[in-house]
């Protein structure tokens, strides 16, 4: 974990002249949120979003100091830039802005999947920015402007995957400006965080959509059923399965690999114990079931739960 | 749904002279807890527990009037006895029992699934008792008779499977019962019930214990930073799979067929997911996760999420 920056944050200067918050979905106009409120973050903070309806909410939500109206004008004068879009949309957002970024600046992102991101953006870069992946692990079911709030990292985690060779004091800054948001930060190599976000996150939501689709092709009376006893469990799935579809298809298609092999092996578990309880294996059910139950107590014991 | 007993509950007449609670589990203690309370539901409240170190705790718990012995005593002089056992104890217990009961009597249950519990009881049944198969979909992720609580079942449904030609008026009595508990009550077949839990509750359940065993599998540091992680999705499905294992090996043994049939259709469904996201087909992943919050929207909308 990066040490805080106590000293900037003592002194009250704030860590950033101006940040350009690129993209005012959840995260982005939580991270705004933040940032307008703290003073510690950044002395203005500029908002840039492509939809102009989603431009006009930020003007009266009063979440950020101006709106600009193009994303050369959000990025002119910004010495951060952070890239809030889908992951699919990262390489074409970041190909217009970079042109327009001030020598020395900081491009950093919020992207679930970190390859990705990284292969898109990398060839893109000029020598005199300094680029810093990074990831809040922090979201809600709800999207859009009107669905963020300045505490939805605090606590949480952000990762981040510097690049070989990559400014530390870069990494740094960036480390600092979750914590102002009261994340806790670690950094990794972006394999190893794809691999990670596959199994805690990835495989989760893709699960939960699936569910709700299987329950949504019953029949009548068999669907309006599942509704009415959600309760029994299935409730449980639904809530992640209620996330945004742009940034789950996105992340879907740029962490494939990982994903796809999360996914096998749930579904060779799931084969197993389909086959225990076709043959009436008590010791293995039971086996997995005692799995599971031992999670969830390591959980409780690290506060995760 | 059938209708409160009215009458009854405003003349303060009990519904039941005696009710014998047979296991004081999470819904047993439970059940045992809002009767005592109520006194509306039975004049005495008789509670037996296979386990002794159960009995002793009910009896430090003064959750009953009184804790029997043996299950003999327990259902001597009760007008309604209610199996609260795991559905694989149910025939060694109701066919322990079914001697002692009075004429007339009420034998009722509470298993998460019918039609075994049909199957094993219906042979053992005296002509001079009624047998009222139910099902209380409440529940929570932890067991044993500290576990329970008199409000465990308010608001939520309680299924009843009467077989075919059976005492109306019983299984009225026993509707009323869990009416007073607060439930709402409703009646279906027992092929039905079991089929609408398959995909409410029991796949559910196997899926989030498969995917913690699934976790628990990885190695060294990926599984402690499943757990670390856990907030961004994971965790939601880690309270289900908490429940208990000797209850759940006995659910899915005993709805196999209706279990390995929607476990296969989810896999289907999650293996199209799969060949959507190798392929790049971006229109069918969004389909999917379109439907994920249709369900969570339908859900919200009649209150159940």
Redesign the interface.
């Given at each position: 974990m990066t040490e805080p920056l106590v000293e900037r944050t003592a002194a009250k200067e704030p860590l950033f002249e101006r940040v350009a918050v690129i993209g005012l979905g959840l995260i982005g106009s939580s991270l705004a949120r933040r940032a307008l409120q703290s003073g510690t973050i950044a002395r203005e903070v500029v908002a840039y979003d492509a939809s102009p309806s989603v431009r006009a909410r930020v003007v009266e939500l009063g979440i950020a100091h101006r709106v600009a109206e193009t994303v050369a004008d959000a990025v002119q004068g910004a010495d951060c830039v952070v890239l809030c879009v889908p992951v699919g949309a990262m390489g074409v957002v970041a190909a217009e802005l970079i042109p327009h970024m001030q020598p020395g600046a900081i491009l950093t992102d919020v992207g679930s999947t970190k390859q990705s991101v990284i292969r898109e953006i990398e060839p893109l870069l000029r020598p005199d920015l300094h680029f810093v992946p990074a990831h809040p692990?922090?979201?809600t079911?709800y999207s859009g402007p009107d669905a963020g709030f300045s505490t939805l990292f605090e606590g949480?985690?952000t990762l981040l995957t510097p690049l070989e060779g990559s400014d530390p004091e870069a990494t740094a800054r960036v480390a600092g400006l979750w914590q102002l948001c009261g994340a806790m930060t670690r950094e990794m190599d972006a394999p190893h965080h794809d691999?990670?976000?596959a199994?805690?996150?990835?495989?989760?939501?893709?699960?939960?959509?699936?569910?709700?689709?299987?329950?949504?092709?019953?029949e009548g009376e068999?669907r309006n059923?599942?509704?009415?006893?959600?309760?029994?469990?299935?409730?449980?799935?639904?809530?992640?399965?209620?996330?945004d579809?742009?940034m789950?298809?996105d992340v879907?298609?740029n962490n494939?690999e990982a994903?796809?092999e999360?996914?096998a092996?749930?579904?060779e578990?799931?084969?197993a114990?389909?086959r225990a309880?076709?043959w009436?294996d008590?010791a293995f059910?039971?086996d997995?079931?005692?799995?599971?139950?031992?999670?969830?107590?390591?959980?409780i014991e690290?506060k995760?739960?």
């Open positions: 692990l922090a979201g079911e949480r985690w691999k990670a976000l199994i805690v996150s990835h495989l989760p939501h893709l699960l939960a959509f699936t569910i709700c689709g299987t329950a949504d092709d019953l068999s059923e599942v509704l009415q006893f959600a309760a029994s469990g299935f409730r449980d799935f639904t809530r992640i399965a209620a996330s579809p742009v789950w298809r879907f298609l494939r994903l796809l999360m996914l092996r749930f579904t578990d799931a084969q114990m389909a309880i076709r009436g008590e059910i039971v997995r079931i005692e799995r599971g139950r031992r999670i969830r107590r390591s959980l690290i995760q739960a």
